[in-house]
């Protein structure tokens, strides 16, 4: 699951900014720049140190809207000294930051954490506190086109670990846009394990107490789901921090969820029953994983970012094995029907905000789209092209791109107007898709008590054949 509530403001400031209107800078022009030297807290300690030193700050406002009540000790450095300064509502003032200010505070992890109870929040894990990065950054509002960079000073190195983008000259990089994504940073006790996957590094993070199957099964199934994701692209498409946390119950992986903007991260809850066995039925890994491989679509095209994973989730494990093709088929006829467009909706999916538009909405579009793509050009070329394309000329999910992007580079790789027409007409017009056409034409026949039956002889079976295979035909 990609969050894309937090980013909005962003997308909106990316379109005044298209517009004409610029972000905000200091009076003097430049541009704001924010620096963060953080100290993790020791064993026994729930204090993170930070320095921040705020140049050209937009505004005399400091604010961290996550962690008002959890800030302590928040101090302007002046001269020799330094002198509190005082929360007003809930910001501090501080006017020397317009041009530059150095501020120093501690975060009470503890306290932030304390009132959390969902995953978009600081929360604590065993001897571990996991949040985003920018829970803890106090910083001015707005807080304009700002680069923040975030280094570490002193302490324990080994009780810090963020999926932040790293900086060419050490430490990490972020822009103010994408603080909405600021990725998944942990303090505290946890353990580490390097997972080599083809063309890329996961540094898997175990939270919490080992999971009843040992750490080494799990590091396998985080390394076996990323395979699969590897399997469609010939490598995966980049270094990512996976961060292990166990849930109360469940034998798979119960929850996930992926930052990725300023740095790819994914946090993957596993159920504390989890065991080997379970790892082929479970879909939540591929899924997560496969949000790495396209490119952030920041204020629109939701439907695509998770209909894309929710359609080619299931194939990439039936690519490797772990389910048949038939057991793929009966899946998508049981769940495609959710994708349909229902009385009452609005036309376009950008414009519906459930579940069902919103993960098979997306995964239709993605079936009628590689459908009427093999059959145009013979079997020549398939959604995987578009996938292929796609990441290699906007990248992945670090990087933002806009539904005209994808679409122009996708129907560049097969010559064809896919997209375009299906853009325009289901995703936009809302025109009604015959599923049961697609169905036909695959030869895909559900049969009594939920099974299908394949039918080799239908119009685009070999389309079919294709799909599961991961080939043209």
Do not use: N
């Amino acid at each position: 699951m990609r969050l894309r509530r937090p980013v909005a403001v962003a997308a909106v400031v990316g379109l005044l900014t298209a517009c004409g209107v610029r972000d905000a800078e200091s009076p003097g022009g430049s541009l704001p720049s924010y620096t963060y030297a953080i100290t993790p807290p020791p064993a026994g300690s729930w204090l993170l140190a930070v320095e921040a030193v705020i140049e050209h700050a937009p505004s005399d406002r400091l604010v961290a809207p996550e962690a008002t009540s959890a800030l302590r000790s928040v101090s302007l450095v002046e001269g020799g000294g330094s002198r509190p300064l005082s929360l007003a509502g809930d910001a501090w003032l501080a006017p020397s930051c317009r041009t530059r200010c150095t501020v120093r505070y501690a975060v009470d992890l503890e306290a932030l954490s304390a009132s959390c109870r969902h995953m978009d929040c600081a929360r604590r894990v065993g001897d571990a506190v996991l949040g985003t990065a920018s829970a803890w950054m106090l910083r001015p509002d707005p807080t304009g086109d700002a680069t923040l960079r975030v280094e570490w000073r002193g302490g324990d190195a080994t009780r810090f670990v963020t999926g932040l983008r790293r900086a060419p000259g050490g430490g990490y990089i972020l822009r103010a846009r994408e603080l909405g994504e600021a990725s998944y940073t942990a303090f505290g006790d946890f353990r580490r394990a390097r997972v080599d996957v083809p063309g890329a590094t996961l540094d898997v993070v175990l939270l919490g107490e080992p999971l009843a199957m040992g750490d080494a099964a799990t590091l396998g199934w985080v390394k076996s789901a990323a395979g699969c994701v590897a399997s469609l692209y010939g490598r995966f498409p980049v270094d990512a921090t996976v961060f292990v946390v166990p849930a109360s119950r469940g034998d798979g992986v119960v929850f996930g969820r992926v930052f990725s903007l300023a740095g790819a991260s994914v946090v993957l809850l596993f159920g504390t029953d989890a065991k080997p066995s379970s790892m082929h039925t479970d879909w939540v890994a591929v899924h997560e994983l496969f949000h790495l491989s396209t490119p952030s679509f920041v204020g629109e095209a939701h439907w695509l970012e998770e209909g894309l994973a929710t359609y080619y989730e299931p194939i990439l494990r039936e690519r490797a094995g772990w389910m048949t093709e038939a057991d793929l088929w009966r899946h998508f006829a049981e769940a495609m029907p959710r994708g349909l467009r229902k009385e009452g909706d609005p036309p376009a999916l950008d414009d519906r905000d459930d579940i069902d538009s919103t993960y098979w909405g997306g995964a239709l579009f993605a079936l009628v789209a590689d459908v009427r793509i093999r059959k145009q050009t013979g079997g020549a070329h398939s959604l995987d092209d578009v996938l292929r394309a796609a990441l290699a000329e906007l990248g992945d999910a670090t990087h933002a791109a806009t539904l005209a992007d994808f679409v122009r580079v996708g129907d560049a790789a097969t010559g064809t107007h896919v997209l375009a027409d299906l853009v325009a007409h289901d995703a936009v017009a809302g025109e009604p898709i015959d599923l049961d056409g697609v169905w036909r034409e695959l030869g895909v026949v559900e049969a009594p008590g939920g099974s299908v039956t394949l039918k080799d002889d239908a119009p685009q079976a070999a389309a079919r054949r294709g799909i599961a295979a991961g080939r043209s035909h």
